[in-house]
């Protein structure tokens, strides 16, 4: 799981590299969405073990 999460993010930066403009604002929404995943399934724990 987290090896292929590094290699997407290494791809999605050298993708940058050739659209700069358009590209990072796509890395942002999906950095945003990857941090929502992270923060939903650390809620869900902590309501797990309460």
Avoid: V
């Avoid at 993708?15 to 890395?27: D, E, V, Y």
């Avoid at 942002?28 to 724990?45: A, P, S, V």
């Amino acid at each position: 799981m987290k090896r292929s999460l590094f290699k997407r993010i290494k791809f999605l930066k050298r993708f940058i590299k050739f659209k700069k403009p358009k590209g990072n604002h796509n890395l942002e929404k999906k950095k945003k969405k990857i941090k929502n995943k992270i923060k939903k399934k650390y809620i869900k724990r902590k309501y797990l073990f309460k």
